[in-house]
């Protein structure tokens, strides 16, 4: 049998986690392409108006595995412990699919700490509705989250290493912005490689350990709320004596990225801060200005620096 | 022989180009509208030069040996002039002012469709911002508004300066700015007041949207197309309660800073007046290599291709 995970949104940032758990209970994975125009634009065919970029690319996506496997998986994300929250289209989106699409077979889980759901039984309720035993899924949950904890730690470690091996003179920029911005094909990747294109080193604050000790994110505001922009910020504390520069992403209309980006940016002091929206309608121009002058700044500012001291 | 340099700046509304010489010193300039005719514009522009140094009778001591493009055609024109700096707005505006006031801190600049805010400390910008995708409270802004009440954009400046009443006009967005400057002047506001409400919203919207958070400190300078407007000159000066600098050629900072660029490069090319005889076109083309579809550019010269952009792999057949 098939499972089906769409490549967009959390999938970013669960993927090994995920894929590891299928593959433990016997079933094969398929994953859907990486984002391209016709994904993009069938996902703004099926989405509602309103929703954000992201969340139309998800349906896009989904779309694209529609007919390819025997079930898709879309979990449902609202609570987790220390009152962390996630934002409501993480919540919505296995309604929103199962009501826009006709005949698609979808599994689903409820993380929903608040409500007293807690992350392990989930998934032994997805191994339970796809006919697996109790203890093979418990040992398959098992597994997959501790190569979830070795990812995550892994990639944590690598970046720390490149970053304390940085030439003083490189610019080095932190990417701030979800991983399902930034690693998106569409929507992160042109970025990042133009930015790259230009020499600058790519720091990415999405990437840190699995736990992190005290609540760094804090040090910035006291009054976040979503657990991923807590995440962001975290990676902001972490890395921020390394950086030349911070680059923000968001997607239109993104309801808590519009208020957590602009408190960043009134909010941290020294270092030169970019924001970028994405819509649609992009052209490549714009936003090529805003990064050739936002590395130009950087730039400069550094050349200013060497002389004075 | 002296050394010249060429500086072309190539916006949505307007395209400006200067040549200057080793000091800095602007001898030839020259602005005209740029007509959604990138390519045209610029053959213009570099006749209308050559004319201006005849004139002047200098044409046969130009020796131009370096070409800078800016604004948002730069590359299509940089691969037109075969320039050799091709640098966004925000530096070469940044260094062609700070050429003349070396002292700026703040530099306000309203273009066609982008408005800036620069901040430069001890002569190196340090920070900076730039209007979202939406060209409200922008030149464009200004001349829609302009044709609607059937003034030359020219004017605007000099009616709103006749006001002292401006109407309160909302320049968040542009249609709600047209219904609300209907609704003014069916309940009797006059044109002045209409016009001063504008320049004043123009302001407004800026500081709010552009300047929002950024300390403005002395010496400010203000320029971009929109600098020419002395009603908007007077509604920053009132707004930010300090003296605002508009140069006599404010609207030629970034030709003059990219020709610097050009100049600091150390790459010398002669340059000659004869573009304006060559034939150029762009073909645009969908790539058809993956589902991405990239929106190729080609650049002929003659007929013969010598610049390509707009694919995002190296996937492209066409």
Known sequence: MKIGIPNAMLSHKYMVLWESFFKSLDFDVVISSKTNKEILENGIKYSNDESCLASKIFLGHVQDLHGKCDYIFIPRHCSFKNNDVACVKFNALYDICNNTFNNLKIVTCDFDYNRGKKEISEYLNIGKSLGRSYFKTFRAYIKAKNEYRKYCNNKYENQNEILKNKNKKDNNILIVSHPYITHDEILGRPIVNYLEKMGANIIYADIIPEKVKGDLWSNISKNIYWK???????????YKEYIDGIVFISVFSCGPDSLVTDLCIRKIKNIPCLNLVLDELNSDTGMQTRLESFVDVITYKKKAGAINE | MSKHYLGVDIGSISTKAIVMDENNNIILDKYIWTQANPILATKTIINDLKKEAEDKGIVDELNIVGVGTTGSARKLVGSMLDSQVVKNEITAHAIGTLSIYPDVRTILEIGGQDSKIIIIQDGVVVDYAMNTLCAAGTGAFLSSQAQRLGVKIEDLGDISLKSNNPSKI??????????????????????????????KAVVSNYLNNVGKGKNIYDKVVFQG????????????????QKEVYVDKNSHLMGALGVAILARKSDQEKKFNFDISEQDFITKGSECSGCSNNCEIIKVYKNGNIIDRWGNRCENSKT
């Open chain 2, 225 to 240: 197309g929109v600098s020419k407007n002395e009603g908007v000159t007077r509604y920053f000066k009132e707004a930010l």
């Open chain 2, 170 to 199: 909302a320049a968040k967005c542009t249609v709600f700015a047209e219904s609300d400057l209907v609704h003014k002047a069916q309940i009797g506001h006059t044109k002045e007041d209409i016009i001063a409400g504008l320049c």
């Open chain 1, 228 to 238: 991923y922009s807590k995440e962001l910020l975290t990676g902001i504390e972490l």
